[in-house]
């Protein structure tokens, strides 16, 4: 569906018009994502709840973002993907960078005791910050996960983020993720995608004389 640009404008116009600190704020939930949970929100805006919370009741009075979740944890969500997607688009590119970034590390930070939780979370905002090392690191572990899970298309679509991510001297690498390629293709009845991931992994691996 092609959204006439006006109504993007007209949202555009209206975050313009919200107080800085507010607007700061929409933006960092618009990079965190769709659904926003507020521990998240209030570690970024390295601000203390009572400060928060009124500049929220106002977000949410102006239906840019609403409460969907108290238990167990405080979360909002965006009232519209326009919104979303209008609040994200009105900061600069370098500004989205470091903010992927920055949430990236607070995610660490704050589940850290559980943190195969968030792995596909942490690829994502680690991709859109281009830090290609833990960007890699989260595909490979989040597609992982997802093959013990035996959801075979989400491995897939992971592993090949992974591919995408490695460099020609990372021959070692790029046969491992091909070998994971070859098995979840398989269980995914995909058999020439597998036999073609099989095939490029091995002579890899004959290139690296690794006759194991």
Do not use: C, W
């Amino acid at each position: 569906i092609q959204v006439p640009a006006t109504v993007q404008a007209i949202l555009a116009a209206r975050i313009d018009r919200l107080p800085p600190a507010e607007k700061h704020l929409l933006q960092v939930a618009a990079v965190i994502g769709k659904d926003v949970p507020f521990v998240l929100l209030r570690e970024i805006a390295g601000e203390p709840e009572e400060r928060l919370r009124p500049r929220l009741a106002h977000l949410q009075t102006a239906e840019f973002l609403y409460e969907t979740s108290l238990f167990p944890d405080l979360e909002y969500t965006f009232k519209h993907a326009l919104t979303h997607e209008v609040a994200y688009s009105s900061l600069l590119v370098q500004r989205r960078k470091e903010l992927h970034r920055v949430v990236g590390v607070a995610i660490e930070e704050l589940y850290a005791d559980r943190l195969a939780e968030q792995y596909e979370v942490l690829a994502h905002h680690f991709s859109k910050a281009e830090e290609q090392g833990k960007s890699l690191e989260y595909f490979m572990k989040a597609g992982d996960k997802a093959a013990r899970s035996f959801a075979n298309r989400e491995a897939i679509a992971l592993y090949e983020h992974a591919l995408g991510l490695l460099t020609d001297d990372r021959r070692q690498l790029r046969a491992e993720v091909l070998g994971k390629l070859a098995v979840v293709t398989g269980h995914a009845a995909d058999i020439d995608a597998s036999l073609r991931h099989a095939e490029a992994a091995l002579e890899l691996y004959q290139a690296l004389d690794d006759k194991r």
